[in-house]
């Protein structure tokens, strides 16, 4: 099987995105990085396929992605589409919130993880 998790070749461009972390990324990542969330662990910026995604859950197969306003164009909503369906394609389950959900309804946010987690 091909390497489709944090290829060698996506390793500066995740560094990069890890640099250069949105408000609202920030306010999500304290509140997944070190297992807070119920001792699920979280990678921040990780490559899947061609892909670097905002929030990786290994163990649970789950993607967070906290998307900003350049998200909001017809193109920017086919790509993510098509992102979402190569994603789930391999099995994984994909959660998407705005960055105005991450900054003016953080508790709906988490709790919608936690149930997704919980799902599994």
């Given at each position: 099987m091909t390497e489709i998790f944090n290829k060698e070749e996506k390793t500066d461009l995740r560094k990069l995105l890890r640099n250069s972390i949105p408000?609202?990324?920030?306010?999500m990542w304290s509140q997944l990085q070190q297992k807070r969330m119920r001792g699920y662990k979280f990678r921040r910026q990780a490559s899947i396929d061609r892909y670097v995604v905002d929030f990786?859950?290994?163990r649970e197969?789950?993607?967070?992605?906290?998307?900003?306003?350049?998200h909001f164009t017809?193109?920017?909503?086919?790509?993510?589409?098509?992102?979402?369906?190569?994603f789930e394609a391999l099995g994984l389950r994909v959660l998407r919130f705005t960055n105005e959900d991450v900054r003016q309804r953080l508790t709906v946010v988490l709790d919608t993880i936690l149930e997704e987690l919980s799902a599994a």
């Open positions: 408000d609202p990324e920030v306010i990786y859950c290994p197969k789950l993607v967070i992605e906290i998307d900003g306003d350049s017809d193109e920017a909503e086919q790509y993510d589409a098509e992102r979402t369906k190569i």
